[in-house]
């Protein structure tokens, strides 16, 4: 099946700085990407969906100034958490949707931020 | 209410045990529906997709969708300590938006 990367797996932070996480489509090219967020033991809450070459989408709620999306090429989106606060602190988890009959979206293994 | 139900259990079962996995949802407008598999501190794999009602068998998986009651179930048959994870279903209105909709997830541990 296809193959999503993140980078990196985990990653921990003092509070003020900004973290930068990948995420790459190994074997297919992706025009949309995903970015979600998992708190422990909850669902998957989708932040935003990126496209190639285009301003992401956002969802109610979630500050585009502080979850900085760009996805500039067909097979790396990359998802910058600007002055990281404790708050911010959970598992992101990336897809890329492989184009097709069904629009499979398939999932990165995710990178624990953890911000101290 | 959110859009889709599920309860996250824990749910503990003996190794070859049928296990029973349910959602329930709320906007009729959804049609594709999803079984996710979670493996701790990873992400999550698709095991089984439904269009629409009916029924689905992949192996010891079968996927059950009921539209009229808006719910559906994922039944596991002759269940593994491999099977342990958090199961996590999803649903979406049409093809071509892409947009999950995933229920919190139901954790579970098949003991050998």
């Known amino acids: 099946g296809a193959v999503v990367s993140q980078h990196p797996s985990r990653v921990i932070c003092k509070s003020g700085t900004s973290v930068k996480i990948e995420c790459r489509s190994l074997d297919f090219q992706a025009t949309t990407m995903f970015w979600y967020r998992q708190f422990p033991k909850k669902s998957l809450m989708l932040m935003a969906t990126?496209?190639?070459?285009?301003?992401?989408?956002?969802e109610q709620g979630v500050e585009k100034d502080k979850f900085l999306i760009n996805h500039a090429s067909l097979t790396l989106s990359t998802l910058t958490v600007t002055s990281a606060h404790p708050e911010d602190s959970s598992f992101y988890i990336c897809s890329a949707k492989l184009a097709g009959v069904f629009n499979e979206q398939f999932f990165g293994p995710g990178t624990r931020l953890t911000v101290l | 209410q959110k859009e889709v139900e599920q309860d996250p259990g824990p749910l503990s079962v003996p190794e070859g045990a049928i296990v029973s996995l349910n959602c329930t949802y709320s906007?009729?407008?959804?049609?594709?529906f999803m079984w996710y598999r979670q493996y701790s501190r990873k992400g999550p794999e698709l095991l089984m997709y439904t269009y629409s009602s009916g029924n689905k068998e992949d192996g010891r998986f079968t996927a059950q969708v009921d539209k009229s009651s808006k719910y559906i179930s994922l039944f596991i048959r002759d269940s593994q300590p491999s099977d342990s994870a958090t199961y996590l279903c999803a649903m979406k209105r049409g093809n071509q938006g892409g947009k999950l909709i995933f229920g919190q997830g139901t954790e579970l541990s098949v003991k050998p």
């Open positions: 990126s496209n190639e070459g285009s301003k992401a989408t956002y």
């Open positions: 906007n009729s407008a959804f049609q594709y």
